[in-house]
């Protein structure tokens, strides 16, 4: 009787034992969850504050959009976010040229090259338009690398980018230096000669060394039913697509002076502000004088329908704050103005909500730094 009173004894003990550690892993649990209920998510080792209400009316916007409509804004101080259809692939056209721009000054800080390297221009590089293409047709001439780059950038010239993408190494060096950098979601496949003979319909290997003469003279020969078919297919074509979530990582990064040295990351937004393309787009209403630096990408029309109307970039808040933008429009139907009307309302309705003292979002940001 003594030993079944002594194991019944040890029994209890074992038995309160056990309901006291399960009651604390218990209340150990509920707050955990409880923490992560209220804890921002972290992207990039820095807070995020989703902006519900601000979302809800780019929503609409995109939803009454000529075309697939994504946007993606981040202001960089408090980290409020909004995302719609941000992880949509659109073709990004042009806005290629930042991350080549990117990968140039790269090498600079490396020693590669400095800006005033003389870069020899090749036929191959030369495109029918454009202040080099239409200086240079067939190449031949050393340029200056600053200026090839200020050109790529401000004017968004084809011979400039298809230059000095040649001489980093190509679409997939490029590509290959996004991914190293954390830059997923964004893809760099062909050069402007090889997206522009794409679109227009020219056979694989119809034209590769020809000048900007030769090429215009090719592609005019392309007749309407194969050019148009050839467009068509751009429109869902994986390649050189990218979403608007992966551009504003992108301009984080590079706001934040964490992809070039200081003063490779001023001379990129120095050049970046001096944007003379598409000015319908994200400046055409925030106020006068706004400060924006930005990169934009347009497609051709066929049909009545465009590849795509891009603009990305960063706004500069009244109070000094950044934030960074992409507002991606793929195959926009009618007028080019009307994706690009969808573009600046979205960049005028992000600028008022965070403008504003009472932005919810950017409040609960500040609160919790």
Known sequence: ????????????????????????????????????????????????YPDTALEERLQALANAAPGRCAIAAKQLRSGAIVR?????PIPLLSVVKLPVALVVLDEVDHGRWSLDTPILLLAEDMHPRGWIGDRYPRGGRPVRLE????????????????ALMRIVGGPGAVTAWLQRHGIQDLRVD????????????????????????????????????????????????????GTAEACVNL???????????PAMTDTLKSVLARCK??????????????????KTGTGGTSQGVNVAIDDVGVIRLPNGDDVAIAVLVGEPRGPVRRAERVIARAARIVFDAWSAEDSTAVRAALRNP
């Not at 649990?29 to 923490?35: C, L, N, P, V, Y």
């Not at 301009?251 to 040295?261: I, P, Q, T």
């Open 147 to 162: 200026l090839l780059l200020r050109e790529m950038l401000t004017r968004s010239d084809n011979s400039a980018a298809d």
């Open 277 to 294: 393309t598409a000015r319908n787009r994200l400046p055409a209403m925030l106020p006068r004088g706004t400060p924006v630096a930005r």
């Open 1 to 48: 009787m003594r030993r079944v009173a002594a194991l019944a004894a040890v029994v209890a003990v074992l038995a309160g034992v056990w309901l006291t550690l399960r009651a604390v892993t218990s209340h150990q649990t509920s707050a955990a969850e409880r923490s992560r209920a209220v804890t921002p998510p972290v992207v990039g080792g820095n807070p995020e």
């Open 190 to 241: 062909r050069n402007e000669r090889e997206l522009g003979n794409d679109w227009y319909g020219l056979p694989a290997g119809a034209d590769t060394l020809g000048s900007a003469e030769e090429i215009r003279e090719i592609r005019s020969r392309v007749s309407d039913a194969a050019h148009d078919s050839a467009a068509l297919a751009m429109l869902h074509d994986p390649r050189d697509t």
């Open 84 to 88: 719609v259809n941000s992880d949509m």
């Open 251 to 261: 301009l984080e990064h590079l706001w934040r002076g964490e992809l070039l040295s």
